[in-house]
Antibody, heavy 115, light 112 residues
């Protein structure tokens, strides 16, 4: 079964850091671009970042540039999102998704930024 | 950034009747490689999103054929030929042609 499983979400204070992980299984992870997408409570979808299959290209939405960094470890079939200087507006469910078409999604991990 | 505008915001539909959702972009979604990276996703209550349609009109694996996509350039449409109870969800269009990737605001399909 093709599967993505996110982890690492937590309650964190403003200004804090978190590292999200996404473990892939059931497909050749190293062949696909991978993405992070978030959804604030009761809101729509917002693309956060994506990374090329070999890690040589990365793109981030402006609102997280300089604070969040996407990365991957193909040997571990894993995708990561390092989140620093977290703000209240970063509170959301964070999903990882496969490819540029986002054809497979994980169940999401919840990040809450609050004091 | 490319703004994706979906209409209607909400669509009450009778079971077995068709539904249609429009998505308009502020920029042409034709990529330099000739493809148009316009997708439709479905998000049922309490679930993650699920890809339905990619590159305007290609149904993803396992998607029922009552879902169809059409359009070109800046105007796109998702149609459900006969709405079933399991189709109650929020539907999003998404463009992947230009960075940043952007989504429409969503259309809620509900049963009358």
């Amino acid at each position: 079964d093709v599967q993505l499983v996110e982890s690492g979400g937590d309650l964190v204070q403003p200004g804090g850091s978190l590292r999200l992980s996404c473990e892939a299984s059931g497909f050749n992870f190293s062949s696909f671009w991978m993405s992070w997408v978030r959804q604030a409570p009761g809101k729509g979808l917002e693309w956060v970042a994506n990374i090329k299959n070999d890690g040589s290209q990365k793109y981030h939405v402006d609102s997280v540039k300089g604070r969040f960094t996407i990365s991957r470890d193909n040997a571990k079939n894993s995708l990561y999102l390092q989140m620093n200087s977290l703000r209240a507006e970063d509170t959301a469910v964070y999903y990882c998704a496969r490819g540029v078409t986002l054809d497979i999604w994980g169940q999401g991990t919840v990040v809450t930024v609050s004091s | 950034d490319v703004l994706m505008t979906q209409t209607p915001l909400s669509s009450p539909v009778t079971l077995g009747q068709p539904a249609s959702i429009s998505c308009k972009s502020t920029h042409s979604l034709v990529h330099s490689d000739g493809n148009t990276y316009l997708s439709w996703l479905q998000q049922r209550p309490g679930q993650p999103p699920r890809l339905l349609i990619y590159k305007i009109s290609n149904r993803f694996s396992g998607v029922p054929d009552r879902f169809s996509g059409s359009g070109a350039g800046t105007d796109f449409t998702l149609k459900i030929s006969r709405v079933e109870a399991e189709d109650v969800a929020v539907y999003y269009c998404m463009q992947g042609t230009h960075y940043p990737v952007t989504f429409g605001g969503g259309t809620k399909v509900e049963i009358k």
